[in-house]
């Protein structure tokens, strides 16, 4: 879960489906649906992976709304997924990311800015689900 659901939360979404077993259901959602974002559909391509037809959805967007984990990646998401799941049960955990969009500069600075939130991602979800 993110601010807007089209940059960090899409990318852990698609690298926790290639890491995880195919009975575990992942999504991604944000607080605000956001605007597709072309350097993301570049560094998941780097790694043959593909969001497709997929927009950037808001969690009111998600067909089943019981998680067994939500991991939040922005202090905003975090706050709203506190509030979210007050009277449920249902853990949340806190993996702050830095904002790649925020990097200016050439091409190549905004790539690389993608492609480190991209490789912490990766190194989160294989230290927490192996």
């Not at 089209?6 to 890491?19: H, I």
């Not at 993608?114 to 294989?126: F, G, H, P, S």
Request: aromatic share 6%.
């Amino acid at each position: 879960m993110c601010g807007m659901n089209s940059v960090r939360s899409p990318m852990a979404e698609l690298l926790a489906r290639r890491a995880l077993p195919a009975s575990t259901f992942v999504a991604s959602a944000g607080i605000r649906a956001g605007e597709r974002d072309p350097f993301v559909d570049m560094v998941l391509a780097e790694e043959g992976l593909s969001l497709h037809e997929r927009q950037p959805r808001t969690v009111d967007d998600l067909e089943d709304h019981y998680f067994d984990l939500i991991v939040t990646l922005s202090p905003e998401a975090h706050h709203a997924a506190l509030e979210l799941t007050r009277s449920m049960a249902v853990d949340v955990e806190y993996w702050p990311m830095p904002d790649p969009t925020i990097v200016s500069g050439t091409r190549d600075h905004i790539m690389a800015a993608y492609r480190d939130v991209r490789e912490r991602l990766k190194r989160r979800i294989a230290a927490r689900f192996g």
